[in-house]
Protein backbone atom coordinates (compact mmCIF):
# COMPACT_ATOMS: atom_id res chain seq x y z
CA UNK A 1 0.00 0.00 0.00
CA UNK A 2 2.53 2.02 0.66
CA UNK A 3 4.58 1.86 -2.78
CA UNK A 4 1.01 2.64 -4.42
CA UNK A 5 0.47 5.70 -2.30
CA UNK A 6 4.05 6.93 -3.80
CA UNK A 7 3.64 6.22 -7.01
CA UNK A 8 0.67 8.35 -6.62
CA UNK A 9 2.49 11.07 -5.13
CA UNK A 10 4.97 10.79 -7.33
CA UNK A 11 2.17 11.27 -10.49
CA UNK A 12 0.90 13.85 -9.26
CA UNK A 13 3.95 15.94 -8.97
CA UNK A 14 4.82 15.60 -12.33
CA UNK A 15 1.15 15.93 -13.84
CA UNK A 16 1.47 19.52 -12.04
CA UNK A 17 5.19 20.06 -13.13
CA UNK A 18 3.72 19.22 -17.12
CA UNK A 19 1.39 21.63 -16.77
CA UNK A 20 3.50 24.25 -15.19
CA UNK A 21 5.79 23.88 -17.90
CA UNK A 22 2.98 23.86 -20.60
CA UNK A 23 1.79 26.85 -19.31
CA UNK A 24 4.96 28.48 -19.47
CA UNK A 25 5.76 27.40 -22.58
CA UNK A 26 2.23 28.95 -23.94
CA UNK A 27 2.88 32.32 -22.16
CA UNK A 28 6.30 32.74 -24.04
CA UNK A 29 4.71 31.91 -27.50
CA UNK A 30 1.99 34.37 -26.63
CA UNK A 31 4.62 37.01 -25.65
CA UNK A 32 6.51 36.02 -29.07
CA UNK A 33 3.71 35.98 -31.17
CA UNK A 34 2.54 39.75 -29.92
CA UNK A 35 6.34 40.87 -30.43
CA UNK A 36 6.67 39.34 -34.00
CA UNK A 37 2.85 41.17 -35.25
CA UNK A 38 4.08 44.92 -34.13
CA UNK A 39 5.30 46.70 -37.36
CA UNK A 40 8.79 47.64 -38.00
CA UNK A 41 9.93 51.51 -37.29
CA UNK A 42 9.45 53.73 -40.28
CA UNK A 43 12.50 54.65 -42.13
CA UNK A 44 13.32 58.15 -41.92
CA UNK A 45 13.40 60.23 -45.39
CA UNK A 46 16.43 62.10 -46.19
CA UNK A 47 16.92 64.13 -48.80
CA UNK A 48 20.26 63.43 -51.14
CA UNK A 49 22.09 66.19 -53.43
CA UNK A 50 24.54 65.17 -56.18
CA UNK A 51 26.06 65.38 -59.40
CA UNK A 52 25.50 62.20 -62.04
CA UNK A 53 29.27 60.88 -62.68
CA UNK A 54 27.99 57.79 -65.00
CA UNK A 55 24.62 56.04 -65.82
CA UNK A 56 24.68 52.25 -66.21
CA UNK A 57 22.24 49.11 -66.92
CA UNK A 58 21.80 48.97 -63.02
CA UNK A 59 22.61 52.11 -61.07
CA UNK A 60 24.29 55.90 -61.37
CA UNK A 61 27.30 56.96 -59.98
CA UNK A 62 26.97 59.92 -57.79
CA UNK A 63 28.78 62.51 -56.90
CA UNK A 64 26.87 62.96 -53.44
CA UNK A 65 26.73 65.51 -51.51
CA UNK A 66 27.09 64.73 -47.39
CA UNK A 67 23.61 63.50 -46.08
CA UNK A 68 23.30 64.29 -41.96
CA UNK A 69 22.52 61.09 -40.50
CA UNK A 70 23.16 58.81 -43.16
CA UNK A 71 26.37 59.19 -45.58
CA UNK A 72 29.44 61.75 -45.71
CA UNK A 73 30.06 63.07 -49.21
CA UNK A 74 31.26 60.65 -51.81
CA UNK A 75 31.26 59.30 -55.14
CA UNK A 76 29.29 55.81 -55.46
CA UNK A 77 27.05 53.59 -57.64
CA UNK A 78 23.84 53.64 -56.31
CA UNK A 79 21.10 51.45 -57.34
CA UNK A 80 17.70 53.19 -58.17
CA UNK A 81 14.05 52.42 -57.10
CA UNK A 82 12.65 53.43 -60.84
CA UNK A 83 14.97 51.90 -63.79
CA UNK A 84 13.26 53.98 -66.10
CA UNK A 85 15.19 56.99 -64.57
CA UNK A 86 18.18 55.70 -65.87
CA UNK A 87 17.07 56.27 -69.24
CA UNK A 88 16.06 59.78 -68.35
CA UNK A 89 19.25 61.19 -66.51
CA UNK A 90 22.74 61.52 -68.00
CA UNK A 91 26.42 62.24 -66.82
CA UNK A 92 26.52 65.91 -65.46
CA UNK A 93 23.01 65.98 -63.96
CA UNK A 94 22.05 67.60 -60.83
CA UNK A 95 20.00 65.11 -59.01
CA UNK A 96 17.78 65.46 -55.80
CA UNK A 97 16.58 61.81 -54.43
CA UNK A 98 15.15 60.66 -51.38
CA UNK A 99 16.98 58.33 -49.40
CA UNK A 100 16.28 56.05 -45.83
CA UNK A 101 18.42 54.92 -43.18
CA UNK A 102 19.94 51.65 -43.87
CA UNK A 103 18.82 51.58 -47.30
CA UNK A 104 21.41 52.21 -50.03
CA UNK A 105 19.23 52.85 -53.24
CA UNK A 106 17.94 56.46 -54.55
CA UNK A 107 14.79 57.13 -54.37
CA UNK A 108 12.42 59.22 -56.46
CA UNK A 109 15.08 60.57 -58.54
CA UNK A 110 14.54 64.29 -59.84
CA UNK A 111 17.01 66.29 -62.31
CA UNK A 112 17.21 69.75 -60.86
CA UNK A 113 15.72 71.61 -63.08
CA UNK A 114 18.50 74.53 -62.08
CA UNK A 115 20.87 73.20 -64.77
CA UNK A 116 24.04 71.60 -64.63
Not at 12 to 39: D, E, F, V
Not at 47 to 69: I, M, P, Q, R, Y
Request: hydrophobic fraction near 45%; glycine fraction near 6%.
Amino acid sequence: MRLCAAKRDYTAYMSMKLRSTIAALAAALWMAAICLGQPAPAKKPLTFHGKVEAVSADGLTVNGEKVEGWMDAMTMKYKVDDPKVLKTVKAGDKITATVYEGDLSLHKVQVDKTGK
